[in-house]
Protein backbone atom coordinates (compact mmCIF):
# COMPACT_ATOMS: atom_id res chain seq x y z
CA UNK A 1 0.00 0.00 0.00
CA UNK A 2 0.90 3.78 -0.92
CA UNK A 3 1.83 5.39 2.30
CA UNK A 4 1.87 9.13 2.26
CA UNK A 5 3.50 10.37 5.86
CA UNK A 6 3.07 14.30 6.87
CA UNK A 7 5.61 15.19 9.82
CA UNK A 8 2.74 16.79 12.36
CA UNK A 9 -0.96 16.10 12.68
CA UNK A 10 -1.32 19.03 14.82
CA UNK A 11 1.22 22.40 14.44
CA UNK A 12 0.24 25.88 16.71
CA UNK A 13 2.33 28.28 15.19
CA UNK A 14 2.53 32.60 15.66
CA UNK A 15 2.14 35.08 13.29
CA UNK A 16 4.54 36.06 11.06
CA UNK A 17 6.75 32.63 11.36
CA UNK A 18 8.01 31.35 8.86
CA UNK A 19 6.35 27.12 8.93
CA UNK A 20 7.39 24.22 7.40
CA UNK A 21 4.84 21.12 6.53
CA UNK A 22 6.90 18.11 5.63
CA UNK A 23 5.25 15.21 3.31
CA UNK A 24 7.32 12.10 2.46
CA UNK A 25 5.40 9.34 0.51
CA UNK A 26 6.88 5.57 -0.43
CA UNK A 27 6.08 4.85 -3.74
CA UNK A 28 8.28 6.55 -5.75
CA UNK A 29 5.29 8.52 -6.78
CA UNK A 30 6.37 11.01 -9.46
CA UNK A 31 3.23 13.63 -8.70
CA UNK A 32 3.00 15.10 -5.10
CA UNK A 33 -0.05 17.94 -4.08
CA UNK A 34 -0.55 20.14 -1.13
CA UNK A 35 -4.35 21.12 -0.62
CA UNK A 36 -6.29 23.06 2.00
CA UNK A 37 -9.41 21.92 3.37
CA UNK A 38 -11.50 24.25 4.88
CA UNK A 39 -15.27 23.73 5.76
CA UNK A 40 -17.61 24.66 3.00
CA UNK A 41 -14.81 25.06 0.14
CA UNK A 42 -13.76 21.11 -0.06
CA UNK A 43 -10.21 20.77 -1.11
CA UNK A 44 -8.01 23.72 -2.77
CA UNK A 45 -5.14 22.80 -4.59
CA UNK A 46 -2.06 25.03 -3.64
CA UNK A 47 1.03 23.53 -5.75
CA UNK A 48 1.91 20.22 -6.94
CA UNK A 49 5.10 18.95 -8.36
CA UNK A 50 5.36 16.48 -11.21
CA UNK A 51 9.34 15.98 -10.48
CA UNK A 52 12.48 16.79 -8.31
CA UNK A 53 12.76 21.19 -8.66
CA UNK A 54 9.67 21.25 -10.89
CA UNK A 55 6.61 22.82 -9.03
CA UNK A 56 3.04 24.69 -10.56
CA UNK A 57 0.64 26.99 -8.75
CA UNK A 58 -2.26 25.48 -7.82
CA UNK A 59 -5.41 27.48 -7.55
CA UNK A 60 -4.84 29.20 -3.87
CA UNK A 61 -0.72 29.94 -3.80
CA UNK A 62 -0.08 33.33 -2.40
CA UNK A 63 1.50 33.11 0.66
CA UNK A 64 2.74 29.77 0.16
CA UNK A 65 5.89 28.29 -1.16
CA UNK A 66 7.25 25.05 -1.76
CA UNK A 67 10.22 22.52 -1.86
CA UNK A 68 11.08 18.87 -3.48
CA UNK A 69 15.11 18.76 -3.28
CA UNK A 70 14.34 14.86 -3.52
CA UNK A 71 11.46 12.73 -5.30
CA UNK A 72 9.90 11.31 -1.80
CA UNK A 73 10.11 14.91 -0.15
CA UNK A 74 7.61 17.86 -0.89
CA UNK A 75 7.60 20.59 1.24
CA UNK A 76 4.97 23.38 2.00
CA UNK A 77 6.20 26.66 3.44
CA UNK A 78 4.35 29.34 4.81
CA UNK A 79 7.21 32.74 4.29
CA UNK A 80 5.03 34.95 7.36
CA UNK A 81 2.30 32.90 8.81
CA UNK A 82 -1.15 34.74 9.30
CA UNK A 83 -4.30 33.67 10.84
CA UNK A 84 -6.39 33.23 7.63
CA UNK A 85 -4.05 30.32 6.98
CA UNK A 86 -5.29 27.67 10.21
CA UNK A 87 -6.51 25.35 8.23
CA UNK A 88 -6.24 21.81 7.88
CA UNK A 89 -3.40 20.95 5.35
CA UNK A 90 -3.19 17.44 3.23
CA UNK A 91 -0.23 16.19 1.06
CA UNK A 92 -1.26 13.78 -1.61
CA UNK A 93 0.84 11.60 -4.48
CA UNK A 94 0.03 9.92 -7.43
CA UNK A 95 2.09 8.43 -10.46
CA UNK A 96 2.80 10.79 -13.30
CA UNK A 97 0.81 9.07 -16.46
CA UNK A 98 -2.40 8.01 -16.63
CA UNK A 99 -6.03 9.94 -16.03
CA UNK A 100 -7.02 6.69 -14.02
CA UNK A 101 -4.48 6.80 -11.66
CA UNK A 102 -6.00 8.06 -7.85
CA UNK A 103 -4.53 10.53 -5.51
CA UNK A 104 -3.30 9.13 -2.11
CA UNK A 105 -3.29 11.58 0.60
CA UNK A 106 -1.61 11.57 4.18
CA UNK A 107 -3.34 12.19 7.27
CA UNK A 108 -3.44 15.78 7.45
CA UNK A 109 -2.00 18.27 9.40
CA UNK A 110 -4.22 20.90 11.25
CA UNK A 111 -2.38 23.96 11.48
CA UNK A 112 -3.64 26.95 13.87
CA UNK A 113 -1.48 30.37 13.45
CA UNK A 114 -2.22 32.56 16.72
CA UNK B 1 -13.27 23.97 -17.13
CA UNK B 2 -14.22 21.06 -14.89
CA UNK B 3 -15.62 20.73 -11.92
CA UNK B 4 -17.74 18.36 -9.81
CA UNK B 5 -21.12 18.84 -8.14
CA UNK B 6 -22.18 16.80 -5.01
CA UNK B 7 -25.52 17.38 -3.06
CA UNK B 8 -25.20 19.60 0.20
CA UNK B 9 -25.28 17.47 3.86
CA UNK B 10 -25.71 16.73 6.31
CA UNK B 11 -27.43 13.62 5.02
CA UNK B 12 -28.54 12.05 8.02
CA UNK B 13 -29.71 7.69 8.03
CA UNK B 14 -30.48 5.18 10.36
CA UNK B 15 -28.59 2.08 10.42
CA UNK B 16 -29.12 -0.25 7.44
CA UNK B 17 -31.37 2.70 5.47
CA UNK B 18 -30.20 2.66 1.91
CA UNK B 19 -27.79 5.84 0.75
CA UNK B 20 -27.03 7.89 -2.13
CA UNK B 21 -25.45 10.63 -2.33
CA UNK B 22 -25.27 12.82 -5.83
CA UNK B 23 -22.71 13.57 -7.57
CA UNK B 24 -22.80 15.30 -11.19
CA UNK B 25 -19.63 16.40 -13.22
CA UNK B 26 -18.77 19.14 -16.33
CA UNK B 27 -15.73 17.64 -18.49
CA UNK B 28 -14.41 17.73 -21.77
CA UNK B 29 -13.22 14.66 -23.00
CA UNK B 30 -13.46 11.37 -20.74
CA UNK B 31 -12.16 11.78 -17.37
CA UNK B 32 -11.61 8.89 -14.82
CA UNK B 33 -14.04 9.52 -11.76
CA UNK B 34 -13.54 8.47 -8.35
CA UNK B 35 -15.01 8.48 -4.49
CA UNK B 36 -12.91 9.55 -1.50
CA UNK B 37 -14.20 9.00 2.45
CA UNK B 38 -12.93 11.24 5.13
CA UNK B 39 -13.49 9.78 8.55
CA UNK B 40 -12.98 12.21 11.10
CA UNK B 41 -9.68 13.34 11.99
CA UNK B 42 -7.95 11.73 9.09
CA UNK B 43 -6.97 12.07 5.42
CA UNK B 44 -8.78 10.95 2.23
CA UNK B 45 -9.01 7.64 1.36
CA UNK B 46 -9.87 6.14 -1.94
CA UNK B 47 -13.12 4.50 -1.76
CA UNK B 48 -13.55 3.14 -5.55
CA UNK B 49 -13.18 4.95 -8.93
CA UNK B 50 -14.55 3.88 -12.67
CA UNK B 51 -12.45 4.85 -15.76
CA UNK B 52 -15.16 4.49 -18.72
CA UNK B 53 -18.40 4.77 -19.43
CA UNK B 54 -20.84 2.23 -17.96
CA UNK B 55 -18.19 1.16 -15.36
CA UNK B 56 -18.95 0.23 -12.07
CA UNK B 57 -15.96 0.55 -8.99
CA UNK B 58 -16.89 -0.80 -5.83
CA UNK B 59 -15.64 -1.31 -2.34
CA UNK B 60 -16.93 -2.01 0.82
CA UNK B 61 -20.64 -2.23 0.27
CA UNK B 62 -20.39 0.93 -1.40
CA UNK B 63 -20.75 1.02 -5.50
CA UNK B 64 -20.97 3.96 -8.30
CA UNK B 65 -21.52 3.63 -12.06
CA UNK B 66 -20.29 6.24 -14.43
CA UNK B 67 -23.03 7.60 -16.73
CA UNK B 68 -21.66 9.70 -19.48
CA UNK B 69 -25.21 10.14 -20.94
CA UNK B 70 -26.35 12.03 -17.36
CA UNK B 71 -22.64 12.85 -16.16
CA UNK B 72 -23.22 11.66 -13.28
CA UNK B 73 -21.30 8.97 -10.51
CA UNK B 74 -23.81 8.71 -7.64
CA UNK B 75 -22.40 6.59 -4.71
CA UNK B 76 -24.29 4.49 -3.29
CA UNK B 77 -24.71 1.49 -0.36
CA UNK B 78 -27.85 -0.72 0.42
CA UNK B 79 -27.45 -1.02 3.82
CA UNK B 80 -25.41 1.77 6.34
CA UNK B 81 -23.50 1.46 9.51
CA UNK B 82 -22.67 3.94 12.09
CA UNK B 83 -19.23 3.14 10.88
CA UNK B 84 -19.45 4.72 7.53
CA UNK B 85 -20.45 7.98 8.93
CA UNK B 86 -17.92 10.53 7.44
CA UNK B 87 -17.29 13.04 4.62
CA UNK B 88 -17.57 11.97 1.06
CA UNK B 89 -15.92 12.93 -1.80
CA UNK B 90 -16.68 12.56 -5.18
CA UNK B 91 -13.67 14.38 -7.98
CA UNK B 92 -12.74 13.75 -11.41
CA UNK B 93 -9.56 13.24 -12.88
CA UNK B 94 -8.98 14.73 -16.29
CA UNK B 95 -6.20 14.89 -18.98
CA UNK B 96 -3.66 16.45 -16.66
CA UNK B 97 -2.09 16.27 -13.01
CA UNK B 98 -5.13 17.76 -11.12
CA UNK B 99 -8.22 16.20 -9.31
CA UNK B 100 -11.06 18.41 -9.23
CA UNK B 101 -12.91 17.73 -6.09
CA UNK B 102 -16.65 18.40 -5.00
CA UNK B 103 -17.23 19.86 -1.88
CA UNK B 104 -18.22 16.74 0.52
CA UNK B 105 -21.40 15.56 1.52
CA UNK B 106 -20.92 14.24 5.30
CA UNK B 107 -22.94 11.27 6.26
CA UNK B 108 -23.81 10.81 9.86
CA UNK B 109 -25.50 7.38 10.62
CA UNK B 110 -27.67 7.02 14.01
CA UNK B 111 -27.74 3.44 15.96
Known amino acids: DVKVTQSSRYLVKRTGEKVFLECVQD?????MFWYRQDPGLGLRLIYF???????EKGDIPEGYSVSREKKERFSLILESASTNQTSMYLC?????????????FGDGTRLSIL | GNSVTQMEGPVTLSEEAFLTINCTYTATGYPSLFWYVQYPGEGLQLLLK?????DKGSNKGFEATYRKETTSFHLEKGSVQVSDSAVYFC??????????FGSGTRLLVRP
Open chain 1, 49 to 55: SYDVKMK
Open chain 1, 27 to 31: MDHEN
Open chain 2, 50 to 54: ATKAD
Open chain 2, 91 to 100: ALRGGGYKLI
Open chain 1, 92 to 104: ASSLLEGRNQPQH
